[in-house]
T-cell receptor, first 115, second 111 residues
């Protein structure tokens, strides 16, 4: 596998379910991100992990819980979600030093539907 | 006011046309500027960085005006494969490189 991978690609869950999204980057990067993309809205940054430490929680509700066990893996644990949480969830990674520090590489996303 | 503003479009143009997208940003501390491309139901991918002196990559030309806080993307000789949403992105450093995305401008190139 190369680049950034995400599983599952599609997820349908009820409001009382608990599920997890997984992201893995094969680029040797040291920063990983979760974004939410809702229809006709800009990408919204949710969480940032830099060298495995969470450096930003962008006022995200506690029903979203990130986990970064190492610099290659990132999870987003979901519980008691609301229908308005239905969106495309994108993971990205970057190298936080060097000449390409600004460039983020995105995974294909998980399309989440909350019933 | 949105941090990054773009005309949502859609821009419907024939093959071979020249089309220009504009973008404004509100944070004067923004340090780096980019155009990303996002195909329908796919992830965003970096198209090009935008430098103060302006830069060109084949049929694509990007310009930055820091004084006016304005970024542009010009596509010449449009191809059907250029149909996508173009995202204007700015970044500023605060312990990590934070990207702020515009909502995107949709381009549809028709035969």
């Amino acid at each position: 596998e190369t680049g950034v991978t995400q599983t599952p690609r599609h997820l349908v869950m009820g409001m009382t379910n608990k599920k997890s999204l997984k992201c893995e980057q094969h680029l040797g990067h040291n920063a990983m991100y979760w974004y939410k993309q809702s229809a006709k809205k800009p990408l919204e940054l949710m969480f940032v992990y830099n060298f495995k430490e969470q450096t930003e929680n962008n006022s995200v509700p506690s029903r979203f819980s990130p986990e970064c066990p190492n610099s290659s893996h990132l999870f987003l644990h979901l519980h008691t979600l609301q229908p308005e949480d239905s969106a495309l969830y994108l993971c990205a990674s970057s190298q936080e030093d060097g000449p390409t520090a600004d460039e983020q590489f995105f995974g294909p996303g998980t399309r989440l539907t909350v019933l | 006011r949105k941090e990054v503003e773009q005309d949502p479009g859609p821009f419907n143009v024939p093959e071979g046309a020249t089309v220009a997208f504009n973008c404004t940003y509100s944070n004067s501390a923004s340090q780096s500027f980019f155009w990303y491309r996002q195909d329908c139901r796919k992830e965003p991918k970096l198209l090009m960085s935008v430098y103060s002196s302006g830069n060109e990559d084949g049929r694509f030309t990007a310009q930055l005006n820091r004084a006016s806080q304005y970024i542009s993307l010009l596509i010449r000789d449009s191809k059907l494969s250029d149909s996508a949403t173009y995202l204007c992105v700015v970044s500023y450093s605060g312990g990590y490189n934070k990207l702020i995305f515009g909502a995107g401008t949709r381009l549809a190139v028709h035969p």
